[in-house]
């Protein structure tokens, strides 16, 4: 039966046509924006879990960059104690050349004054904007802590976030500290001992002078204490840069693996999310030539009803 009212052939054209071109849609987008699932609607929960992955990767570049800064930190407290050794062993130098007899002390006094000065200097700048001073401290400030942390790693579990740190025990590494308390000194303004230990009364890396010593057999004495102070320094120093060594090894290594966590992550979310170009391209031109067919089918039924005027005339 042919009806003017309802044309099927025309119908089921328009339908076939309407899905081509939905699916000729969905396939542009694809192309022209890289991804499979682009929104929820595409696939909620695959959308849901690559929006996660990507504020997790997210909270782990601003842990990259703490991780930066905690190196910067490390690199440079590392210097400034390097520098620091350098110039306690030429104090240590002079004092074994004031050792001499016949030797101006009152002169190797004055260098060994510029060297001190140096050191109080190297020790107030090792520091870099927006971070602590580790070299020279003042630890009876309210506040203050000789644990540095440093933010390490963000971790999701079970849907509970975790945050990790690198912590830093600095009280080794002080050089100077203008704490009040007896016991808060630093390596270079703590009082030394006969023996070269840190203790409550002596002399201090710092401040030692012998200008006034002559050749006596108690000058000379308190000379050779000197030497021991200043070795027993040169040792905690070196124990210190030490530590700050391996510090920075462990940071250099967890930047290592933030990083290839990162891509681990984003490659993640690209399985999820992303399309197949190659794919993607053929269905385009599948779809394209569907969608030309559909044109042409609707178009042949839509002429049928000009064959039914024919009746007519």
């Known amino acids: 039966m042919s009806s003017i009212n309802t044309n099927v052939a025309a119908m089921t054209a328009l339908q076939t046509l309407t899905q081509t071109n939905k699916a000729l849609t969905e396939t542009q987008n694809r192309i022209s924006t890289g991804f499979r699932v682009n929104d929820a609607s595409d696939n909620a ?20 960059d703490a991780l930066g ?36 002390r009152a002169k190797i006094q004055t260098e060994i004054t510029q060297l001190q000065d140096q050191l109080s200097g190297i020790a107030n700048s090792a520091v870099i904007s927006g971070a602590d001073n580790w070299l020279s401290v003042t630890s009876s400030a309210s506040g203050y802590s000789d644990t540095k942390s440093v933010v390490s790693s963000f971790t999701r579990s079970g849907g509970a976030v975790t945050i990790q740190t690198i912590d830093i025990d600095t009280s080794g590494m002080t ?40 050749n006596s057999a108690a000058d000379l004495a308190t000379l050779d204490t000197y030497i021991l102070g200043a070795d027993s320094a040169l040792s905690e120093m070196t124990d210190a840069a030490t530590d700050l060594g391996s510090t ?52 042949i039924a839509n002429s049928n009803g000009q064959s039914i005027l024919s009746l007519f005339r």
């Open 45 to 64: 929960a695959y959308w849901s879990i690559a929006t996660t992955m990507r504020s997790d990767n997210k909270a782990l570049g601003a842990v990259q």
């Open 69 to 104: 800064l905690g190196a910067a930190t490390v690199d440079t407290a590392y210097t400034g104690v390097k520098a620091a050794i350098e110039v306690v062993d030429e104090i240590k130098s002079k004092l074994v050349t004031a050792r001499g007899e016949g030797v101006d």
């Open 175 to 214: 050089l100077y500290d203008a704490g009040t308390a007896a016991a808060e000194v630093g390596i270079l303004d703590g009082f030394r001992d006969t023996t070269g230990a840190i203790g409550t009364t002596g002399f201090s890396i710092a401040a030692l002078d012998i200008s006034a010593l002559t």
């Open 248 to 299: 920075k090894s462990r940071i250099g290594l967890q930047q290592d693996f933030v990083k290839n966590l990162m891509s681990a992550i984003d490659r993640g979310v690209g399985q999820l999310v992303d399309a197949d170009m190659n794919e993607e391209s053929v269905k385009l031109q599948a779809l394209q030539v569907k969608q030309q067919l559909g044109i042409q089918a609707l178009s």
